[in-house]
């Protein structure tokens, strides 16, 4: 019945001319549909209130990176305000522990076995909902012209998560990839395309938000940065020693950086700093934890909580060569009162100024200076933590947030 019901809604959406990606993304449905037993028409109980429909590329987990930490605290900001929120996953997976996340916010999910299919989904709440977000190119290109034909009363924002035509450029100018060159031109000739047909479209920078804004002059491009609560810390600059580096590899970025920092600054340091460590933490992988491991280096891998190892080490470092957006890695250790070292890369559209809220070096050799340095001055150690944590609190607050949410989606319509 379902697969009759797709093949029907794709039959008459090629007869009113829209796009093939719109008839892909109902062939790919389609093929996860033929697997899973749930009725693609149950209606989800929205209740009285307006609705609104996030698509991202999977499940958001707090602990495995910084953009599901942002995601979820998206989500859960516009249930705080008013919205019934149903999340839909592009990868069609999710785990226990995901699902029972989301349900405790009050979150549907549908898009996964054993719950409706989005298209299916969609054909019969299309009509009930205020507005969609749909985050990161590949996903919102996949899905904006079915969303555009079955939600026609919705608003759509374009959350573009960092802008991944600039990090992908940045990335093949450090290692010389000429074929990853031509994929990001690709990346940012879609996201122009789709914050030129959007409502609005998220950005996490001040950088990204003036750059979009001038290749799309008549987008309204909206900052939504990170969202964090000050932590704060507890143990003191006598109290801690080590360095904390936070970033899992499948960010291509992070495995550059991870890298760098082990074989070219951490030698220069142990000449100035001798034996002091480096923790490493984040999704990494078996053969890259043995081409890394070595004295005074320790592999974590991926971790629940971080707040251990914030409150034992004396610095967080970003030696970041490469990406785009905000770097949550440092909006995570600033929260916790950690200082920062970072390069200009890491630091950028962050507020942020060296010597007042981080140190920032560019070079092996100025990266292991600013170290040094920082486990030198107790002073400076306390300013920089200080002024980390206004930081957070000023630029990436969940106030910061809902405010943005609430003028971008403009004043929402109950369900009909």
């Keep these: 019945m379902l697969l009759r019901r797709l093949r029907g809604l794709r039959h008459s959406l090629a007869l009113r001319g829209l796009t093939g990606t719109l008839l892909h993304a109902i062939d790919i449905q389609a093929?996860?549909?033929?697997?899973?037993?749930?009725?693609?028409?149950?209606?989800?109980?929205?209740?009285?209130?307006?609705?609104?429909?996030?698509?991202?590329?999977?499940?958001?987990?707090?602990?495995?990176?910084?953009?599901?930490?942002?995601?979820?605290?998206?989500?859960?900001?516009?249930?705080?305000?008013?919205?019934?929120?149903?999340?839909?996953?592009?990868?069609?997976?999710?785990?226990?522990?995901?699902?029972?996340?989301?349900?405790?916010?009050?979150?549907?999910?549908?898009?996964?076995?054993?719950?409706?299919?989005?298209?299916?989904?969609?054909?019969?709440?299309?009509?009930?909902?205020?507005?969609?977000?749909?985050?990161?190119?590949?996903?919102?290109?996949?899905?904006?012209?079915?969303?555009?034909?079955?939600?026609?009363?919705?608003?759509?924002?374009?959350?573009?998560?960092?802008?991944?035509?600039?990090?992908?450029?940045?990335?093949?100018?450090?290692?010389?990839?000429?074929?990853?060159?031509?994929?990001?031109?690709?990346?940012?000739?879609?996201?122009?395309?789709?914050?030129?047909?959007?409502?609005?479209?998220f950005v996490v920078s001040p950088v990204e938000q003036e750059l979009l804004r001038k290749e799309v002059p008549g987008a309204r491009v909206e900052l939504l940065s990170n969202i964090h609560e000050v932590v704060g810390r507890t143990s003191s600059f006598a109290q801690r020693h080590g360095m904390l580096f936070v970033g899992g590899f499948g960010h291509p970025p992070n495995r550059d950086a991870a890298h760098w920092l082990v074989e070219r600054i951490l030698p220069l340091l142990h000449e100035q700093v001798p034996a002091m460590p480096l923790h490493l933490v984040g999704a990494i992988g078996g053969e890259e934890r043995r081409l890394l491991e070595r004295e005074h280096v320790h592999v974590h891998g991926q971790v629940a909580d971080l707040t251990p190892l914030m409150e034992a080490c004396l610095v967080a470092v970003a030696p970041l060569r490469a990406g785009a957006g905000v770097k949550g890695k440092v909006n995570s250790a600033m929260s916790h009162g950690l200082p920062v070292v970072a390069t200009t890369i890491a630091a950028e559209g962050m507020h942020l100024l060296d010597g007042h809220d981080v140190l920032v070096a560019d070079t092996a050799e100025q990266f292991a200076a600013a170290i040094a340095l920082l486990s030198r001055d107790r002073l400076l150690w306390e300013g920089l933590s200080r002024h980390g944590m206004e930081n957070i609190q000023r630029h990436f607050s969940r106030a910061q947030a809902r405010r943005v949410l609430e003028s971008s989606f403009g004043e929402p319509f109950a369900p009909v």
Excluded at 49 to 56: K, M, Q, R, S
Excluded at 58 to 80: A, N
Excluded at 177 to 190: E, Q, Y
């Design 31 to 201: 093929g996860r549909d033929a697997t899973t037993n749930a009725p693609s028409t149950a209606q989800i109980p929205l209740g009285n209130g307006p609705a609104i429909l996030v698509i991202d590329a999977v499940m958001p987990d707090p602990t495995r990176d910084s953009g599901s930490v942002r995601m979820f605290g998206i989500l859960t900001l516009l249930r705080d305000i008013g919205w019934n929120v149903v999340f839909a996953p592009d990868s069609g997976r999710s785990t226990a522990s995901e699902r029972d996340a989301l349900q405790r916010q009050e979150i549907e999910v549908i898009g996964i076995p054993g719950s409706p299919s989005l298209p299916g989904w969609l054909e019969d709440n299309g009509n009930r909902l205020g507005a969609t977000m749909l985050c990161r190119h590949d996903v919102a290109a996949m899905h904006f012209d079915l969303v555009r034909a079955l939600a026609p009363r919705a608003r759509i924002a374009f959350d573009t998560v960092d802008l991944h035509g600039l990090r992908e450029e940045r990335t093949a100018r450090v290692s010389g990839d000429r074929a990853l060159l031509r994929i990001s031109r690709r990346s940012w000739n879609v996201e122009r395309k789709l914050a030129s047909r959007s409502e609005v479209t």
